[in-house]
């Protein structure tokens, strides 16, 4: 869903920028580093400490089967999804995998977009995708797999995207049966193993669609619903905090139950509760704090990239 929600978004705002003829790859790669850098390479060098030096300093034994300088060239070059398939660094470091593959994305699709006319834009992305999504699954292909390169659910997610700015897809919303379906079939495969398929192919050829059309309805086809919350709205907008903080504070709420355990204060339902309501307070507190005293000042340099 994340990476669809990715090409969704991406896609849309450089084939926007396409037809007013004002897209820069140079300012599109610039306010993609001025938002994701920082705070990768912030929780990189923190990942890399912790388990080679803070944890060995507090005695704690964690295996590190992998050398430092290959584990840090591969991570610092975006390919966290190699190290972590490879090595199973821990947590922390292991969850860069799909800021890696958002990283590989962009270095594609910027290129690509800039030097396709736009007429042809829909017609290049569907052929990649459906070229790709066949490659991916071929058994001489297995490394793909075996690294998560899931390129096609974000090319998916911009397919949908430009139906939907060609007036493409009106057809899904003259019912509203529709968007509830897609919803409900959404939550599904969520909460149940029903939409679950045994075939791998079939399996992500039916996410593909199904998340699509899930942005799409929630994006256009949602009959005017919307979420004016500004708590809820405001744990979208530092989601990626939320994201790339959650194992660390997972860690050290764990940790410090680790350590008042042996005063048996609580049951073990009890602990398991409390450690997770902890782990989320703390995750959302720290999210915040980067977010109004860290990202944000990157974030304000992105307008000069608009």
């Not at 790669?29 to 390479?41: E, K, S």
């Not at 430009?162 to 919803?183: C, D, G, T, Y």
């Not at 042996?262 to 307070?281: M, P, Q, V």
Request: charged share 15%; with cysteine; hydrophobic share 55%.
């Amino acid at each position: 869903m994340f990476f669809v929600l990715s090409g969704f978004l991406i896609i849309m705002l450089i084939y926007n920028a396409k037809k007013k003829n004002m897209f820069s790859i140079r300012h599109f790669y610039m306010r993609r580093v001025l938002r994701i850098f920082p705070l990768y390479y912030l929780v990189l060098i923190f990942g890399f400490t912790f388990y080679n030096f803070i944890l060995p300093g507090l005695q704690i034994d964690y295996p590190i089967n992998y050398n430092l300088w290959e584990g840090v060239l591969l991570t610092f070059f975006f390919l966290p999804n190699i190290f972590s398939k490879l090595y199973a660094p821990g947590g922390i470091l292991e969850i860069l995998w799909s800021i890696g593959i958002e990283e590989q994305f962009y270095l594609i699709i910027a290129p690509l977009m800039y030097f396709i006319k736009r007429k042809y834009v829909l017609i290049v992305l569907c052929l990649l995708t459906v070229i790709y999504f066949l490659i991916f699954h071929l058994d001489a292909f297995e490394i793909l797999r075996r690294f998560w390169f899931v390129f096609f659910f974000i090319f998916s997610g911009g397919i949908i995207v430009i139906l939907e700015m060609n007036k493409r897809l009106e057809f899904l919303k003259k019912h509203l049966f529709i968007p509830v379906a897609i919803v409900v079939l959404t939550v599904l495969f969520f909460t149940t193993d029903f939409l679950l398929f045994e075939n791998l192919w079939v399996q992500n050829g039916f996410l593909c669609l199904l998340f699509s059309l899930f942005i799409h309805t929630i994006s256009y086809n949602n009959y005017k619903i919307a979420i004016e919350n500004k708590l809820l709205n405001y744990l979208g907008t530092i989601s990626y905090g939320i994201y790339m903080y959650h194992v660390i504070a997972l860690n050290a709420i764990v940790f410090l139950f680790l350590k008042i355990e042996k005063f048996e204060l609580f049951g073990d339902r009890i602990t398991t509760i409390l450690i997770n309501i902890l782990t989320f307070a703390l995750t959302i507190l720290m999210a915040h704090i980067s977010y109004k005293y860290f990202e944000s000042y990157f974030l304000n340099l992105k307008s000069k990239y608009k």
